[in-house]
């Protein structure tokens, strides 16, 4: 049994402290790991991620996250991440991480991801540089996380996990507005996930998004966006169906 | 000529997204009978009051119902086996 706690769109400021360690407390009987997919401060202010650093700091579980793009906004994204790996935080981009539950290794890749829509309505490699450019860095980010997947694989973590910041599905995106999809997520960042495979993806951004949706390929999405899910974190169980008998 | 409603809206939501005290993208504006109606979620009470500050900043001539809400936190976590 593997219990992954998820959340992202913390949004934290310099107004959050205290809003979150409360909800944590008794995280150890509920989860084996936190998840935060991205969007952790408003501007990406480091003194900003300094206080989501006091409200993480001794958790009993290991916490993996991703940045969005409210980390990114300072051009400070760099300090963000320094901040919280000061307090044990695994930050991903295009990398993974490899958590011990109960002697089962589970793998964590992560990547910010980017836009570009979904297949049939979506931005190409095509035209102006800015256009390639824009569709490049989500082809780019696609691949490291497939990467990512992959290599887990090869060193033989059955299960993975793969955290993003924009979605990698448009099930998860019900109820925003059509026309900001591709400002949302893309179906690459869902190609990548259907390629490599994965027991689950996570993603954030979609505040006015559903929690539940799929890739095309079948593998369950979580758009854990907390204005999504209004909860510190959600879990959701590997492997309960079979221990629990059902 | 009195400035289109449609670029007034997006004006304000240009400042949401840009003001220091806001930092939300999420926030709908919609415009009716010069009243301006936001709706949406925000993180905390202290951004919810910036949002109206920020609408009656950038829109001094219309009537703000500044009708966000604080993404509340309910105390469990819901648990889901993933097939
Ligand atoms: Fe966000
Ligand atoms: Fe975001």
Do not use: W
Not at chain 1, 78 to 97: M, N
């Amino acid at each position: 049994m593997i219990r992954v706690a998820a959340v992202g769109d913390i949004h934290f400021g310099q107004d959050s402290a205290g809003t979150l360690r409360p909800h944590l407390e008794d995280i150890a009987e509920q989860a084996d790991v936190y998840l935060l997919a991205g969007d952790l401060t408003r501007l990406g202010d480091p003194e900003e991620a300094a206080v989501l650093a006091r409200e993480l700091r001794d958790l009993p579980v290991p916490i993996v996250a991703v940045l969005g793009n409210h980390d990114y906004h300072s051009d400070q994204e760099k300090a963000v991440t320094d901040v919280l790996e000061g307090i044990g935080v695994q930050v991903l981009e295009g990398t993974s991480t490899v958590v011990d539950v109960d002697g089962t290794p589970v793998g964590i890749a992560g990547v910010k991801g980017f836009g570009s829509g979904f297949a049939g309505a979506c931005g190409s490699d095509f035209g102006e540089p800015m256009m390639k450019a824009y569709v490049r860095h989500t082809q780019e980010a696609a691949d490291r996380l497939r990467e990512a997947l992959d290599d887990l694989a090869r060193a033989g973590v059955e299960r993975r996990v793969a955290l993003m910041h924009y979605s990698p599905s448009e099930g998860t995106l019900r109820g925003e507005r059509l026309e900001i999809y591709p400002f949302l997520g893309s179906y690459l960042l869902g190609e990548a996930v259907d390629r490599a495979g994965a027991d689950l993806a996570i993603h954030g951004h979609a505040h006015g998004g559903t929690e539940k949706g799929f890739t095309p390929g079948g593998i369950q999405v979580r758009n854990v966006a907390q204005p999504v899910i209004t909860r510190a974190y959600n879990v959701y169980c590997l492997d309960c169906e079979k221990e629990s008998g059902g | 000529m009195n400035e289109p409603e449609d670029y007034a809206i997006q004006r304000l939501r240009d400042a949401l997204a840009a003001d220091e005290r806001v930092a939300e993208m999420g926030i709908q504006v919609r415009m009716a009978a010069g009243k301006a109606f936001l709706t949406g979620q925000v993180a905390t009470p202290e951004r919810q009051q910036a949002v109206g500050a920020v609408a009656a900043e950038v829109l001094p001539d219309y009537e703000i119902h500044n009708e966000t809400v604080v993404t509340v936190m309910a105390d469990q976590p819901r648990v889901e086996k993933i097939k």
